[in-house]
């Protein structure tokens, strides 16, 4: 598949089959997050590879869109330093989050992003330090378009080109 057949065909996720994926899939997706860019290639993060499906389902309540989380074959929680240092951090955090979709929907793994509000119960849950964030996550498996199409039920479509773009100043 070709970058912007992705981009084009990619959708969110949240509906998985219970199939777990294999170690060489997982390492792909985890590996594409690394390569992503970074902000003077500082690589501001650290990937929690999830898959036990206790702790999934634990993570799936520390947010309130976060119930896909735990019918996930695998969930990647971002930790960063604190994304108030700098505004790059949050940026960065984002791409590799981008190059881990990216790289499972090639392998024909979906995904959904996942806000974490209970960011104490989430670095309990994981035994993260303190001083560092994980309010961001990422659920993946296997899935069925017949169970969840893609929809964009709240936003439907996307916003025309022309009324997003602007072609040297607003």
């Not at 869109?65 to 940026?91: E, R, S, Y």
């Not at 996942?114 to 670095?123: C, I, K, P, Q, W």
């Not at 899935?143 to 199409?149: R, T």
Request: aromatic share 8%; with cysteine.
């Amino acid at each position: 598949m070709n970058v912007a057949q992705a981009i084009r065909e990619k959708y969110a996720v949240r509906v998985f089959l219970p199939t777990p994926l294999p170690e060489d899939v997982v390492g792909r997706i985890l590996r594409a997050g690394r390569r992503a860019q970074s902000a003077k290639n500082s690589q501001p993060w650290h990937f929690v590879a999830v898959r036990d499906r206790a702790t999934l389902e634990q993570l799936s309540r520390t947010g309130r869109f976060a119930g896909h989380i735990a019918g996930a074959a695998l969930g990647v929680i971002i930790v960063t330093p604190d994304p108030a240092q700098k505004v790059t951090i949050a940026f960065d955090a984002g791409q590799a989050a981008a190059y881990m979709q990216l790289a499972a929907w090639e392998e024909n793994v979906g995904s959904c992003l996942a806000s974490l509000y209970e960011t104490d119960e989430v670095r309990r849950i994981l035994g993260i330090p303190a001083e560092l964030h994980a309010d961001v996550a990422i659920s993946f498996g296997y899935f069925d378009p017949k169970l969840q199409p893609p929809s964009g039920v709240l936003n439907p479509g996307r916003k025309p080109f022309d009324e997003i773009v602007h072609w040297d100043r607003w």
